[in-house]
């Protein structure tokens, strides 16, 4: 470790490669300028990278605080909020304020003006951080898991475990078929699979279902951006009933990270039990072999519990799995003082989350 002055300033075109770079050193992984280009320069709703950089004293990069804006409904107005995520501190800068200090200047660029509050879902190591400098804890967010090959819990211990994962999966598979040949899905209705947006039909869901509490805004500028992550896959579903159209599904898959299957999103955010049961049993039906199907919170529990989807709060899975947080800030320079209007923000059971909310989904 070293020590040394850092200087903290907004993003620059220039800061590009060395942003890349410092992403490569932190994270053991390599994104590209199609990717940041994506994230952050055509994120349709600022019209600026959001972004502070730290810099030693000899005007290189060593820290970066970015964020993902989004457009968020809070009682019932539009406001846009920012997700801090992909934030790097080099290891050699560590442990000297550096990630404190960049929150505390970014909380001063957007204070009382453009942005009106804060929240992303920080591991339990960053946690402590955010709180450190004014978030609060919202509330734990649920995933759901229907597991197709348990035995990834048990990868990689002894002969043993290895003998009794694969036990697991036989059984796990059995099980799971079952369910499926019991699970009763509405014949009335029927599921269209498409591989580019069905735009028109997703806005139409949307504002016909539109959630009273907080969430982000699914307007054309959203579906038209946020599904273009060149680090994922997206497919789409329809669920019609009297050939009308009453609920969708964006299921995802990360390029790099094959075996694992997301619903990232559904219209509206909480389908109706039919149409959901018509949903999940399109998507298994297409993804048999993933390891995992991952759903959101706001899909009806006791539909997911007919197809096997376990959830990550509960037991089995809560021994294993670390709970995912919401937490947040207002975006004023006192963040223990919440603004009247943003006061729903505070209290978990007003959102409505699903993983395209979520950076990295």
């Known amino acids: 470790m070293q020590s040394t002055a850092h200087a903290i300033r907004r993003y620059e075109s220039r800061d590009l490669v060395p942003f890349l770079d410092l992403y490569e050193t932190v994270f053991d992984d390599d994104r590209d300028e199609e990717w940041f280009d994506w994230k952050y320069r055509q994120n349709p709703y600022v019209d600026h990278v ?22 968020l409904a809070i009682g019932g107005r539009r406001e846009l909020a920012l997700q801090p995520c992909d934030t790097m501190v080099h290891p050699d800068h560590r442990r000297q304020g550096v990630f404190t200090r960049m929150t505390e200047r970014a909380i001063e660029r957007y204070a009382d003006h453009e942005a009106a509050l804060f929240f992303n879902f920080p591991n339990e190591h960053s946690r402590a951080g ?8 919202i509330g734990q967010v649920r995933t759901r898991y229907r597991l197709h090959q348990p035995s990834d819990e048990l990868s990689g211990g002894s002969t043993t475990q290895n003998i009794a994962g694969s036990v697991a999966n036989v059984v796990q598979r059995g099980y799971l078929g079952i369910l499926d040949r019991l699970a009763q899905t509405p014949r ?31 307007d054309d500028p959203f579906f038209r951006w946020r599904f273009e992550n060149p680090d994922w896959t997206y497919r789409y579903y329809l669920v019609h009933e009297r050939g009308e159209p009453i609920a969708g599904a964006i299921v995802g898959q990360n390029v790099r990270e094959a075996g694992h299957i997301r619903i990232t999103d559904v219209i509206p955010l909480t389908p109706t039990n039919d149409a959901t049961a018509a949903l999940l049993a ?26 096997g989807f ?51 989904s």
Request: one cysteine or more.
């Open 50 to 71: 959001p972004m502070l950089v730290a810099t030693d004293d000899s005007g290189r990069i060593i820290g970066a605080r970015p964020f993902l804006a989004l457009p």
């Open 130 to 137: 955010y709180e450190k400098v004014g978030w609060e804890p």
């Open 188 to 218: 009335a209705m029927t599921v269209s699979k498409h591989e580019s947006s069905p735009l028109d039909e997703l806005l139409t869901l949307y504002r016909s279902a539109t959630p009273s509490g907080v969430h982000v805004l699914r």
């Open 282 to 307: 399109a998507i298994i039906d297409d993804n048999q072999d993933a390891n995992a199907i991952l759903a959101p919170s706001t899909l009806p529990w006791n539909v997911c519990t007919r197809f």
């Open 310 to 360: 376990l959830s990550d709060t509960r037991l089995p899975l809560s021994v294993v799995s670390s709970p995912t947080t919401l937490v947040a800030r207002p975006a004023t320079r006192d963040g223990d003082v919440w603004p009247p209007g943003l006061q729903p923000a505070r209290t978990r059971s007003n959102w409505s989350i699903t993983f395209a909310e979520r950076d990295t």
